[in-house]
């Protein structure tokens, strides 16, 4: 099998002296879509967080082990963090455009990184939100306020806004879960078109979306990996005893 694009080795990490992660060992292919499952408090969004040093900015916490991207040890001293979440990008729970235009949000991250050709950022604001499956909504209405629209389509704009900066791996934290079913529905559907060009790696709470939308899926449980399977094995046949009682509402 070829190198993964992520993993991790062993990351244990602790918010004072609670550990919520003990010993994560988790590999990431390149392209598709992996799903991180688990109840309420058993550290996904915590897990999904190291893996572009999101969790950097909560005061007392303490990592160990590796977090691996490429060839590039992600809690080595010298990573660039600015340069690691332009390559590793995350889009939030709560849709978060800024109180810019939609084509502000888009080029924000190519705007910090000095681009300045008029014609690239058009190009980037095109690709982004075609690719973000709202191109043909917002295309009249470049110049409208990003937060006069529909929670949905903001969504879309920040999965645009992440895009527009060409990453390698999309974290998506409960991308969908303060969403309404049709709006929910239009970024699953974005998100399957999206595994062909990134590795997705996203939160959810919703089974049903899972098994509808991941190719892989990983069970946590108290700050443990249980399991982690092909989605439909995981589904239709897991093999440890927590991940049948989870996936059949037995608990969480
Ligand atoms: N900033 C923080 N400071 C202290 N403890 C935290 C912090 N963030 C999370 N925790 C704790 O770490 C554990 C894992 O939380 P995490 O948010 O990663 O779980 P989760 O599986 O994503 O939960 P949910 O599905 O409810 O979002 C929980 O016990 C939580 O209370």
Redesign the pocket.
């Known amino acids: 099998m070829a190198l993964p694009i992520m993993s991790t080795d062993n990351l244990h990490l602790f918010?004072?002296k609670?550990e919520?992660l003990k010993g994560i060992n988790l590999d990431f292919q390149e392209k598709g879509i992996t799903a991180l499952i688990?109840?309420?408090?058993?550290?996904?969004?915590?897990?999904?967080?190291c893996l572009n040093r999101m969790n950097d900015l909560?005061d007392?916490?303490t990592i160990t082990g590796n977090v691996m991207f490429k060839n590039q040890n992600v809690y080595a001293p010298d990573t660039d963090i600015v340069a690691l979440r332009k390559e590793v990008g995350m889009v939030f729970q709560q849709p978060n455009p800024f109180p810019f235009s939609i084509y502000e949000n888009v080029i924000y991250g190519l705007r910090l990184a000095g681009v300045r050709d008029k014609q690239v950022l058009d190009e980037a604001v095109e690709r982004s939100l075609r690719q973000a499956a709202i191109w043909d909504e917002v295309k009249d209405d470049l110049h409208k306020n990003a937060l006069a629209l529909s929670g949905g389509q903001q969504q879309r704009v920040c999965i645009a806004r992440v895009l527009a900066v060409s990453p390698e791996v999309l974290l998506l934290?409960?991308p969908t879960s303060a969403l309404d079913p049709v709006s929910s529905h239009v970024i699953e559907e974005t998100l399957l078109q999206l595994r062909y060009d990134y590795t997705v790696i996203t939160?959810t709470?919703n089974l049903q979306q899972a098994s509808r939308i991941a190719d892989r899926t990983a069970f946590?449980l108290q700050?443990e990996l249980i399991e982690v399977s092909d989605t439909k094995k995981m589904f239709m046949d897991p093999q440890k005893q927590q991940t049948q009682d989870y996936i059949s509402g037995r608990f969480g």
Do not use: M, N, Q
Request: include cysteine; charge should be neutral.
């Open positions: 918010y004072g609670k919520a688990g109840p309420s408090g058993c550290g996904k969004s915590t897990f999904l967080r909560i007392d916490v934290d409960e939160v709470h946590f700050g």
